[in-house]
């Protein structure tokens, strides 16, 4: 495993190792291992080991190195980087190259990390498997047979396969969160708002947020503390005050006594896997002995959350691919067609894949005259319910505690001709980006088997207390992973 960005500060300016190195044997092991897992679409390997070059010449010259200086970060392939493609994992953006770099992407420069490369997902970020990418599927590091979740399996994998240290994804209804738990690591998707969205290809723009994935947690905190704040390119990020940014000392002290943590009984169903349900009781009884009280609360509205997110999500799709018309930017068919509308429909069916296909032809019909009213007016309605749950239940516990998949990842191809069945995989996440709550995924304290992680939700901009209680239990696994 590799080592916390920290560990990797701490071995820089301790001189035990050198950026260059670290670099460089990660390039090696994206080498000899990617080639099967298929987590990276194009790797920076000269322009990575350029970077590592330069941060060693400044930490020989004797100057001070910030602490995100030299780490290596692998970002999904739907968020900008100036200079290199950006193809969300597409036909219709195959050769399409960035002129700019997302705001998260600018802040991470100027905070010093060494860019690897840019990851697989499903395409458009459509899907819970990453089997949707026009170049391949994405195995999963800890069982090659399997699926490492979606729609940032790549950068799931990317983390858990030790070849970055950090990922940075983005979760529409799960994919940082889903990825993470099938794979073995940390996730984290921020409130709505507390990072700029600017530079990641559109999903669904309400929905939509980037976010950290590491070994550890509190490697996500030091993440969002660099990438968080206002963007006078972004009208929906937000100015954080001093009561919503990060105590990260705190966080690593992880002082949880007397935190109260809601167990929502519509979380906690028939359906779930017997391993998934025993690792997430293991987890709560450690709380206890730490003491975190625990109290049944109820999310009514929860089992309208998947419906309605598949009401929305697909509506802003529908919206926002339509930019997608072979004339601008992207694959266009522009000389082997006669007139305008067959450019947009030779494009469009050369570019686009099946899933988003299915969810453009959803999204529109859904938003289309006679029935806006009836789905897209009547979701957003359900919206506002499923948020005012959270609201109701935040008023009586700091935190959520469910599991974040019903199961373990299964296996490639299991789900791939059942849309509908791989929906269902963001029955416990959706609901968190309709609300614009914060989420997170931890690996749970079982280490045999398959990977299994739980989920934290607190109300928005409480990621401090998200952090604390998550920090909580990756000190006890961290101390019997090593002591073992």
Excluded: C, W
Excluded at 183 to 204: D, H
């Amino acid at each position: 495993m590799l080592p916390s960005i920290e560990q990797l500060h701490q071995s820089y300016i301790q001189s035990h190792t050198t950026v260059t190195k670290v670099v460089a044997d990660i390039l090696a092991t994206i080498q000899s291992k990617d080639k099967e897992i298929n987590s990276y679409t194009e790797v920076f390997g000269d322009e990575a080991l350029r970077q590592a070059e330069l941060v060693d010449s400044k930490l020989a010259r004797g100057e001070k190195l910030g602490l995100l200086e030299g780490v290596p970060i692998s970002v999904k392939d739907a968020i900008l980087i100036e200079g290199y493609k950006a193809t969300a994992s597409s036909r219709m953006l195959e050769d399409y190259t960035a002129t700019y770099d997302a705001t998260v992407i600018t802040k991470l420069k100027n905070a010093g990390a060494i860019f690897l490369g840019k990851t697989n997902l499903d395409e458009f970020a459509m899907g819970a498997s990453t089997e949707n990418s026009a170049f391949g599927a994405t195995l999963n590091p800890a069982d090659i047979t399997r699926v490492p979740g979606g729609s940032s399996g790549g950068s799931a994998a990317s983390v858990a396969g030790d070849m970055a240290v950090i990922s940075i994804g983005s979760d529409t209804g799960g994919s940082i969160r889903q990825p993470a738990s099938l794979t073995g690591i940390v996730g984290l998707k921020p409130t709505y708002g507390r990072v700029s969205r600017f530079g990641l290809i559109a999903m669904a723009s309400s929905l939509d947020q980037i976010g950290p994935f590491a070994h550890r947690v509190i490697d996500t905190a030091h993440i969002l503390t660099a990438i968080e704040g206002k963007d006078v390119m972004d009208a929906t990020s937000v100015d954080l005050d001093s009561s919503q940014l990060l105590d990260i000392e705190k966080i690593k002290h992880a002082d949880v006594k007397g935190m109260k943590v809601g167990i929502p009984k519509e979380y906690f169903i028939d359906g779930i896997e017997t391993d998934v349900r025993q690792a997430i009781d293991e987890v709560i009884e450690t709380y206890k002995t730490l003491g975190v009280e625990f109290v049944e609360v109820s999310l009514p509205h929860t089992e309208y959350a998947v419906p309605t997110y598949y009401i929305i999500m697909p509506a802003e799709v529908s919206t926002n691919l339509a930019r997608f018309d072979g004339i601008r930017y992207g694959l266009s068919e522009l000389q082997n067609s006669q007139d305008l509308q067959e450019v947009y429909r030779a494009s469009r069916a050369k570019g686009f894949g099946n899933e988003p296909l299915r969810r453009i032809m959803l999204g529109t019909y859904v938003l289309s005259s006679g029935y806006y009213s009836s789905y897209y007016g009547k979701a957003k309605q359900v919206q506002n319910m499923i948020r005012q749950d959270f609201v109701n239940v935040f008023r009586e516990v700091d935190v959520i505690i469910t599991p974040t998949s019903p199961h373990t990842a299964f296996t490639i191809g299991e789900k791939v001709n059942e849309p509908v069945s791989m929906y269902l995989e963001d029955i416990f996440t959706v609901a968190t980006n309709l609300a614009g709550i914060p989420g997170i995924s931890v690996p749970t304290l079982s280490n045999s088997g398959l990977p299994i992680g739980f989920q934290l939700m607190s109300n928005h901009f409480q990621e401090q207390k998200l952090l604390t209680l998550a920090q909580a239990i990756d000190n006890i696994r961290y101390d019997k992973f090593n002591n073992q």
